[in-house]
């Protein structure tokens, strides 16, 4: 039996359904039953029967499908594959900004832990977080954690002033200027999207900011033919089927994600075999975690 088809029966076995992420490597995306963004996971995550969630992606999102599918065994083949973004903030940090500011509205990007999320008020991800910034009263003071790229681009969007937690995602913040311009020099007639993890300056030079989710339908929805692609290179795979008359540029070097890419077939196959790892989260955080990011779904 080869490696996927062990896989294949060992998920019909365990009645288990795999969810990975877009970054994911090429052939743990195709052994997916689904595929996505963060938001796009989550949605599937909260509305599945199935009673073993395998999660492709790093800790943060696994946490999530937990906190919305807590009847669900939700297994993480690769348990120290995580976001550093998500640990520049903690829960204790947290609880001492909003001690020190009471009036603040805390919105959280998705990329944190869900000790951190029991904290917040709201959550939000790269898809949506326009929309949920727009939803907060105006005379409303935020803070905006913990992707101070991903807060700064939305504030200056909505002119809406917010403060910004110093966090960052080393992949996309690493992304320079000069990258971007040595592309558009090799690729004239290219449209440039990229990651709103991106700096302002990056952003600034992109004709859209997107979700991951986002840059695959608007390119396979798109009239037109070649893109440069601001984000991390596994998005490549799903639209190079999804997308394939088109014709896409990474930057050099490309952006990879390292813990996005721990993800593998012997470990998904290792972790139906024996039902472990397993993401385990107190009854109470997951009370706790499930509010602010049922806003995010509600709205
Ligand atoms: P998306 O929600 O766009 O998939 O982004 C998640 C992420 O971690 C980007 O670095
Ligand atoms: Fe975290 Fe950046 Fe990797 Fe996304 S690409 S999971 S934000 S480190």
Redesign the pocket.
Known sequence: MTLREEILSLKNERKAILLA??YCPDDVQEIADFTG???QLSIQAAKTKAPVIVFCGVRFMAETAKILSPDSIVLHPVPDAG?PMAEMVNAERIRAFRQSHPDHMLVAYV?TTAETKAEVDICC???NAERIVASIPADRPILFLPDRNLGANISQKLNRPMELWPGF?P??DRITVEDVKAAKAAHPHARFLC?P?CRPEIVALADEAL???GMIARICNAEESEFIIGT?SGILHRLSIDAAGKKLYPLAPPPV?PDMKKLSLEAIRDSLRSNTPEIKLSADIIEKARKPIERMLAL
Request: proline letters at 0%; charged letters at 15%.
């Open positions: 992420h877009n963004d963060s938001l976001c990329n991800t790269s898809a995602c992949i996309h990651h993890e979700s991951t989710g991390e994600c």
